[in-house]
T-cell receptor, first 116, second 115 residues
Framework: AQTVTQSQPEMSVQEAETVTLSCTYD???????LFWYKQPPSRQMILVIR??????QNATENRFSVNFQKAAKSFSLKISDSQLGDTAMYFC?????????????FGQGTTLQVKP | NAGVTQTPKFQVLKTGQSMTLQCAQD?????MYWYRQDPGMGLRLIYY???????DKGEVPNGYNVSRLNKREFSLRLESAAPSQTSVYFC??????????????FGDGTRLSIL
């Protein structure tokens, strides 16, 4: 069975600085996808970034980038130039490539506070 | 672009009452999901429907039933609400079957309180 662990329940960062959120996962499969979702106080779940396990290149989306270490089963999210609007809970999620159901396995979440 | 629409947004029930949470998506997605979100526990899958006409249990199905009414709609029913079911409920959808790398799209959630 696959598991996803986010070991940092809460983090804070000063506006304009860089912060890294950690995520580790466990699987014996080789084909899978990883996601980071953002949940601001409005409660919406917003997809931030996606990584295919077969790709060695780390995914980037503007100020958001990942450090994907497949051998270590680590998938951290780096937020550069943090903005007040980045304050949210962030969830790491895993999807088996062989899945025909699209079922995601979520981590417990990390609450990020960006301070002015 | 409506995406995934959940109703209601808020609800308060008394213990023992029943209620159905509604969810509809307009993205022609095959798969739909119901999650509950509780503090410190992330999102836990209650039930899912991989395709129209099928439903399967997730991680925490006890006390719930679901109906995949058609491709667009996937409802969650609490037959006899209990205080332990106080939570925020999210519906999601994805392209699903045959398109496994597609992310899930979420509704805005329903905050449900059972007194």
């Amino acid at each position: 069975a696959q598991t996803v662990t986010q070991s940092q329940p809460e983090m804070s960062v000063q506006e304009a600085e860089t912060v890294t959120l950690s995520c580790t996962y466990d699987t014996s499969e080789n084909n899978y996808y990883l996601f980071w979702y953002k949940q601001p106080p409005s409660r919406q779940m917003i997809l931030v970034i996606r990584q295919e396990a077969y790709k060695q290149q780390n995914a980037t989306e503007n100020r958001f980038s990942v450090n994907f270490q497949k051998a270590a089963k680590s998938f951290s999210l780096k937020i550069s130039d943090s903005q007040l609007g980045d304050t949210a809970m962030y969830f790491c999620a895993f999807l088996l490539g062989s899945s025909n159901t699209g079922k995601l396995i979520f981590g417990q979440g990390t609450t990020l506070q960006v301070k002015p | 672009n409506a995406g995934v629409t959940q109703t209601p947004k808020f609800q308060v029930l008394k213990t023992g009452q029943s209620m159905t949470l509604q969810c509809a998506q307009d993205m022609n997605h095959n798969s739909m999901y119901w999650y509950r979100q509780d503090p410190g526990m992330g999102l836990r899958l209650i039930y899912y429907s991989a395709s129209e006409g099928t439903t399967d249990k997730g991680e925490v199905p006890n006390g719930y039933n679901v109906s995949r009414l058609n491709k667009r709609e996937f409802s969650l029913r609490l037959e006899s609400a209990a205080p332990s079911q106080t939570s925020v409920y999210f519906c999601a959808s994805s392209a699903g079957q045959g398109v496994s790398n597609q992310p899930q799209h979420f509704g805005d959630g329903t905050r449900l309180s059972i007194l």
